[in-house]
């Protein structure tokens, strides 16, 4: 996926209570290049991780979301990766429900 470090802190998550989001785009397997929204982030346990929903999906009545986690490749480059593992899913997914969130989350 994308190297470029995000910074959750500069994020506009929900921090004036409109709906603006951030872009991100990613690189899939196959080369394609997909646009997606950070709806939300977290650091857990010095790990940062990112709530995306994909633009194109994002005006659906219930877009499916994707978490990221950041994976350092090298001193201050980075990568982000899909959560595949479901115990590590489940975690973060409660810490970020445990939040004042501003969306409602189904699993």
Same mark, same amino acid.
């Given at each position: 996926?994308?190297? @470029?470090?995000? *910074?959750?802190?500069?994020? *506009?998550?929900?921090?004036? $209570?409109?709906?603006?989001? %951030? ?8 080369? #394609? ?17 990112? &709530?995306?929903?994909? #633009?194109?999906?994002? %005006?659906? *009545?219930?877009? %499916?979301?994707? &978490? ?6 090298? =001193?201050?480059?980075?990568?982000? /990766? /899909? ?6 899913? *489940?975690?973060?997914?409660?810490? &970020? $429900?445990? =939040? %004042?969130? /501003?969306? @409602?989350?189904?699993?």
């Amino acid at each position: 996926m994308n190297d @470029e470090k995000l *910074n959750i802190d500069e994020l *506009n998550l929900f921090g004036d $209570q409109e709906e603006m989001y %951030d872009v991100v785009s990613m690189v899939d397997d196959d080369g #394609t290049e997909v646009d997606f929204f950070v709806v939300d982030g977290i650091d857990v346990e010095k790990v940062r991780y990112l &709530l995306l929903v994909k #633009t194109e999906d994002f %005006d659906k *009545n219930e877009p %499916d979301a994707f &978490l990221f986690k950041e994976v350092m490749t090298g =001193e201050e480059e980075c990568t982000y /990766e /899909e959560v595949k593992d479901e115990d590590e899913y *489940n975690k973060v997914i409660l810490l &970020l $429900q445990d =939040e %004042d969130s /501003e969306y @409602e989350m189904k699993i």
